[in-house]
Each structure stands twice: as structure tokens, then as C-alpha cells.
């Protein structure tokens, strides 16, 4: 009897265990990888779908998987996903948490959670995919935005939690997205927003504007945001301004309006500025030049020679959401340290057809990029030419790195999720 | 003069064949200018004062077709908001609009910038042509109906 006990305990155990044995060795990838396109010797298998509008996207140690939603799903705004087979496919998916939001990270026994509002964290539970209910506020006191309200956080591992605090804006004119109107000089949306604010990432209550600090300002939004652990550094991609013809018709064509500007790629030291609203950086010229609401002419850069530039230029409007630096050892060794991007894909880029929809890998040596950008994963929106943003089917917004090294993406339209593996 | 005859032929027959060329290759373009979902008249809407009103103001959100961006700017196809309540319609354009609506069962909580430097005939023309395109059937907007909204 004694012995049946204990039996019956291993196996228990054993069963209790499985899921954290899912090994990309051990993988099937789905033929076609899931309608998505990669380089030679990867592949991909479909966790899950239509899960809600996805947006972020973190894995725990145990290969449990947590999703951001922007809108509720079964009134709640939180995924939670467990492959209890061993086949990577998500055989339960629960949904919880009150909020809705972006930002989801793991860190010191809590899952994170960027509202759009605050910065809130929900404890884990042992053995428990779902966390508890009784969440913690950490952060709050942001404005109250409808547009790049988005509050995607980071940790340094020492202590620290970063923000981004978008600005509701496209260039800080005085009418918003107002034909005609200037730009605000200074522009006093500076104060609280537009770029990323530093808190300690686990004191609860903390207040945007008396408890937080300016890290960094001039990004207009980034909703990608990565600590790199090799030279610790933060890291972001911003979103960078639109509708040049709109407003400056007689300076920019509807071509150079889609072409322009860069989506630019930040090594965010504390006190940078990277100039937002006053200058944009134009690829081509391979410089930032004075914004036209403040009086440039694509060409001069008056207060823009000061400003921090980008240490990569992507082109413009693509939309990069999610960051990632690769640290696995499941991919080759030329993406090690390397970063990723997901391109959510244009809209700004009208009457040109649209662009981006895309995850690209970029290689690092330091804290610097070796090498330039490539298109790592593609084929997400389901068609060749993306005219409005409503013909891509599927479009990238998070990243994650499972613990076996491989590589989750998730799309913001279904909430469908690829994890992409590597096997040589 | 025999020859002349056959010249004649051939010339016409060249011509037929050019304008035939002609048109089928204009109602390729006419093709592929229609959206996927495309039940509107192109030939119709094309050339109406509207679409000129619509490229440079509104098209940049709201796309070529009418669809707009998901969760970003709100579509203009089946939707009350732009077939229903003429005055609605003409109050959001001229004022802008914020806060949380539902389209077609999606939420949207962005912000429409106010119209109000457009006149009241480049309103009038602008949304009488998305009441009429992308597959909506609803009627005209006058310069007058913009009129009395905007000095309500």
C-alpha cells in the first residue's frame, strides 16, 4: 500500500512535470510553419490562435505563456497558455487579470503588466499557470492617452523598471493633426510624455511625475524596448512621426510621405534626447533635419545637430512593437546577442501600398550593430501587396525567448502565436 | 482606288484594334483600382468632387478602400456612423470626435482631428462620396444641410 502511495506520487509528479519538458528537440513544426516564411533550418509550429488582439508576449522558465490583450477576451485581458503534451501546441489556454494593455514581463515572481494607465503586477503561484487575482499598482499617475498610449516595461536587474510613456501626438502642433497648425515650441507634451521614465521595480504606489525620473526624452513612442544584457544598456525602437504630405503637401509627395521618416533604432543613455517633435531623421540624407511644423525645409538641422542619433534606420512607418535580444543557444551562433524586431506593419504609407508585417534580425557585436537588417520572418500578412492595413491577415507585435531558446511570436489581430525553433 | 480601299480597311481595322486595346486595358486599371470587397461603381465615383476631397484629407487613416486601421481609425463601410444621421456625420467632420465608439463590433478610442478649414461644399462633396463608395448606398449631403450644422 505504502508503495502504491508513493507510485502513484511519481507518477503524479511525473505528469505535473511534463510541461516543462517541452524541448524544441522533441518538436514537430507544422508544414508550411504556420503560413509564415524563414531562413533555411528553421522552422515553426502554431501554439495557438485566435486568442484575442494580442499584443505582448512572455514565457516563463517552465514554458508557460503569458499574452497582453488590447481588448478583453471572456471579459479578461490576460492569456495564459500550457502545453501539457510535450508537442509545443497549447493544450490549455485560461484567460485572466482585470486589465488590458501592452507591456508583459516576468520578473522577481510576478507577471507585469503595462495598462495603459499604470504599471501594475500579478503574484505567479506555485504550480499555477494562472496568476493570482489580487494585483499590485506599481507605477500609475500616466496621462490618459488615445494614441500611443501603449506602456511597455523593462527590467536592468538592478532594481530598475523603464516606461515608455508615448506622446499623444503626432508633432506637437497646437491643433492636433490640424493641417496648418504649428508645431508648440517648446513643446509641453515633453513634461510628462514622449519618453521613457525610470521607476524601482518593486515599490508599489509609485507616481509618474513625483516618483519617477526622465530617463530619457525626444521618442515620440516605442512600444519596443529591450535591456541588453551584454553591455547593459536599454534599447528601443521608436515609432517615428506621420502624414508629411498631409500637412506639408506643397514639401512632400505622397511617395516621400510614405518614405519618410525612418523608424529609428535607440541606445537610450540616461539623459539622451533623441529629438522628437522638433526633428525627424531622414535615412537617405542620413541625418536628423528640423521638423517642417517647426519650421525646417527637409534640409536644415538647426537644434537637430544636437540631438541623439539613431544607431540603425528602418524605413518608415513600418511600425517596429517588440524588441528582443537573442541570448539562446538553439539558434545559429550569428544571432547570438543579436536583436530582434517585430514590425507590426504601416498604415501611414497611403495611397503607397503598405510595408513592414515582417520580424527582422539584427546582428550585434557589442553595443553596437555588425552588421545591417534582415528580414528573418515574413509572409505573416498572407498576401503579397498589403494596399490597406485590413488586407494583412496576420501582423507581429511581440516577442519572446523560451527557455529552450526558441523564439515566440505573437500577431495583434487573432492572437495567433508561432514559436519558431531551429534544428540544424 | 483598290488599294486605297484596303488601305482604308486595314487602317480602320488598326484603330479598332488600338481602341480595343485601349479599353481593356483601362478597365484592367478600373479592376484594380476596385477594393477586394469592391461593390461600389468605379467609373461613377472616380470622377466625383468628393474622391479629390477624400485622396488628400481623409484617405491617409482611413484608407483607399474605406477599411481604415484596425484598432486605430474606424472603417466607413457598413457602418451607420456614415450612412445613418446626416448631422452626426457632418457635426464629427467639422468638430472631430473622441472618445471610446464601436464600428462593425470593433472599439475604437482614438481621436479624429476637426475638419472645420474645409468649406461647407468640400464637406458636402467628401461625404457624399463615402456615403456612396466602398459599397454604401445612402443619399447626398447638401452644402446647405453642412451649412445649418455648422452655424448651429
Redesign the interface.
Given at each position: 500500500m505504502k508503495y502504491l502511495l508513493v507510485l502513484m506520487f511519481s507518477i503524479l509528479a511525473f505528469a505535473c512535470s511534463q510541461h516543462e519538458k517541452t524541448s524544441a528537440k522533441n518538436l514537430t513544426p507544422d508544414t508550411g510553419n504556420g503560413g509564415i516564411t524563414l531562413p533555411d533550418g528553421f522552422s515553426a509550429l502554431v501554439v495557438a490562435d485566435e486568442l484575442g488582439?494580442g499584443r505582448h508576449i512572455a514565457v516563463n522558465e517552465n514554458g508557460d505563456i503569458y499574452v497582453s490583450l488590447?481588448?478583453q477576451n471572456e471579459n479578461k485581458g490576460i492569456a495564459c497558455l500550457r502545453d501539457t503534451t510535450g508537442d509545443g501546441r497549447a493544450d490549455i489556454v485560461e484567460y485572466t487579470g482585470e486589465h488590458t494593455g501592452t507591456g508583459i514581463k516576468l520578473h522577481k515572481g510576478h507577471l507585469y503588466f503595462g495598462a495603459d494607465t499604470a504599471v501594475v503586477r500579478y503574484p505567479l503561484q506555485a504550480g499555477e499557470l494562472r496568476p493570482g487575482n489580487n494585483w499590485e499598482m506599481i507605477a500609475r499617475g500616466f496621462p490618459q492617452e488615445?494614441?500611443h498610449e501603449a506602456k511597455p516595461m523593462e527590467f536592468d536587474g538592478q532594481g530598475n523598471m523603464y516606461v515608455t510613456v508615448g506622446a499623444p501626438a503626432n508633432a506637437c502642433m497646437e491643433?492636433?493633426?490640424?493641417?496648418?497648425s504649428p508645431g508648440m515650441d517648446p513643446c509641453p507634451l515633453l513634461e510628462y510624455a514622449g519618453g521613457i521614465w525610470k521607476f524601482k521595480d518593486d515599490v508599489l504606489n509609485q507616481d509618474q511625475m513625483t516618483d519617477g525620473v526622465r530617463y530619457a526624452t525626444g521618442i515620440r513612442h516605442a512600444v519596443a524596448n529591450s535591456w541588453n544584457k551584454q553591455v547593459n544598456e536599454l534599447y528601443v525602437v521608436q515609432h517615428g512621426r506621420?502624414?508629411l504630405?498631409?500637412f506639408f503637401?506643397e514639401m512632400y509627395d505622397t511617395k516621400e510621405s510614405a518614405e519618410l521618416p525612418a523608424e529609428e533604432f535607440f541606445l537610450v543613455t540616461e539623459g539622451a534626447d533623441f529629438g522628437w517633435p522638433y526633428c525627424y531623421y531622414d535615412q537617405f540624407q542620413e541625418k536628423k533635419v528640423l521638423a517642417p511644423e517647426y519650421g525646417g525645409d527637409r534640409e536644415i538641422q538647426e537644434r537637430c545637430e544636437n540631438k541623439m542619433d539613431p544607431i540603425m534606420a528602418f524605413p518608415a512607418h513600418i511600425g517596429p512593437n517588440d524588441l528582443l535580444f537573442y541570448t539562446g543557444d538553439l539558434f545559429p551562433e550569428k544571432y547570438r546577442n543579436g536583436a530582434f524586431i517585430a514590425f507590426h506593419g504601416s498604415?501611414?504609407r497611403?495611397?503607397e501600398p503598405q510595408s513592414g508585417y515582417f520580424v527582422v534580425f539584427v546582428p550585434f557585436d557589442g553595443a553596437y550593430p555588425s552588421g545591417t537588417w534582415e528580414i528573418f520572418a515574413d509572409g505573416f500578412a498572407g498576401t503579397d501587396t498589403v494596399?490597406?492595413?485590413?488586407?494583412a491577415e496576420y501582423?507581429p507585435c511581440g516577442l519572446a525567448q523560451g527557455p529552450d531558446g526558441s523564439l515566440y511570436v505573437v500577431d495583434?489581430?487573432k492572437g495567433k502565436i508561432w514559436r519558431i525553433i531551429y534544428s540544424s | 482606288m483598290k488599294i486605297n480601299g484596303i488601305l482604308f480597311l486595314l487602317l480602320v481595322f488598326l484603330l479598332s484594334a488600338c481602341g480595343g486595346r485601349n479599353q481593356s486595358s483601362q478597365q484592367q486599371t478600373e479592376t484594380q483600382i476596385q477594393?477586394?470587397g469592391g461593390t461600389e461603381k468605379p467609373a461613377s465615383m472616380a470622377n466625383h468632387p468628393g474622391k479629390k476631397v477624400y485622396?488628400?484629407?481623409c484617405?491617409?487613416?482611413h484608407?483607399?478602400?474605406g477599411?481604415?486601421?484596425?484598432?486605430?481609425?474606424p472603417?466607413l463601410i457598413e457602418t451607420d456612423w456614415v450612412t445613418g444621421d446626416k448631422e452626426r456625420l457632418i457635426e464629427i467632420t467639422l468638430n472631430?470626435m473622441?472618445g471610446k465608439i464601436e464600428v462593425n463590433g470593433e472599439?475604437y478610442?482614438?481621436?479624429m482631428?476637426?475638419h472645420s478649414?474645409l468649406s461647407d461644399r468640400q464637406i458636402a462633396d467628401v461625404l457624399t462620396y463615402i456615403r456612396q463608395s466602398f459599397g454604401n448606398n445612402a443619399s447626398e449631403i447638401t452644402v446647405e444641410e453642412v451649412q445649418k450644422v455648422r452655424n448651429k
Open positions: 488582439r488590447r481588448e488615445r494614441q491643433q492636433m493633426r490640424t493641417k496648418g506621420d502624414q504630405h498631409q503637401p498604415w501611414n497611403a495611397p494596399n490597406s492595413t485590413r488586407d501582423r495583434s489581430n | 477594393t477586394p485622396d488628400s484629407v484617405l491617409a487613416c484608407m483607399a478602400d477599411s481604415g486601421v484596425p484598432g486605430m481609425h472603417p472631430g473622441s472599439t478610442n482614438s481621436i482631428p476637426p478649414h
